[in-house]
């Protein structure tokens, strides 16, 4: 399927897992233990968005190896080396935010990351390269379209008496993700995709949003501290 019915199936699948991502994000931002676990969603989302760079990478070279003929293929590859450019050096804004929320950077490069993070990005990696590299681009959605809210990092900072610089990726993203996420959804409506690629894009954002899911429930319960 081509066209706008692309975009249009998959906002409507993801509009049902989404009260329960509104939940746990609602239950992550709670006013309650918030500074704590505020550094710990830091720590968490490096953990995460620290792959986002090479994935894009492998997911760019897995297009240069699809069987020819593949209409796929170019305007994919253009994309992820695209994206990867616009993503390089945001897992540095989060430990920089660490840094100015008086937390050790260290602790995020060495501690080992949670399972829900691996099987967030090892999903992806496995699909790149055992299926097709089009099914990153339901991860991609899902992470760029639940993007902080605009208002987020000032009440952040307000509730936890951190200083502004602890909430740069917070900030910058909830300015720069709605605008990749408008321009991915129009990329799904020009690719020429068959059913069953569809069908996997599909089953990549609803995986991922299942994920991100449970890892927000997973650092609501959670005051803070290392695991």
């Known amino acids: 399927m081509s066209g706008p019915a692309a975009s249009v199936a998959l906002r409507i699948k993801l509009g049902l897992a989404a009260p329960a991502l509104r939940a746990a994000s609602a239950a992550l931002w709670r006013p309650t233990g918030l500074r704590p676990r505020y550094v710990e969603y830091l720590c968490t989302m490096h953990a995460l968005i620290r792959a986002s760079v090479p994935l894009l990478e492998r997911a760019a070279l897995r297009c240069a190896e699809l069987p020819p003929g593949d209409p796929l293929a170019d305007p994919l590859r ?38 829900v993070v691996a ?20 991860y991609i959605l899902v992470l760029e ?60 954002a609803l995986r991922t949003a299942h994920g991100v899911t449970h890892l927000f429930r997973q650092l609501a319960a959670r005051p803070g501290g290392s695991r």
Do not use: C, K, M
């Open 119 to 138: 099987e967030l990005a090892g999903a992806q990696y496995y699909w790149i390269e055992h299926h097709h590299p089009v099914t990153l681009l339901g």
């Open 145 to 204: 379209g639940n993007a902080p809210a605009p208002w987020l990092a000032d009440r952040l900072a307000r509730q936890t008496g951190l200083p502004g610089a602890a909430f740069r990726t917070v900030r910058d993203h909830a300015a720069l993700d709605s605008g990749h996420v408008a321009s991915l959804y129009g990329l799904l409506d020009a690719l020429p995709l068959t059913p069953a690629q569809e069908a996997a894009v599909a089953v990549s």
């Open 78 to 115: 253009r994309y992820f080396e695209e994206h990867a450019g616009e993503e390089r050096g945001h897992d540095a804004w989060l430990l920089a935010d660490l840094a100015a929320a008086g937390a050790d950077p260290a602790v995020a490069l060495s501690r080992l990351p949670a399972p």
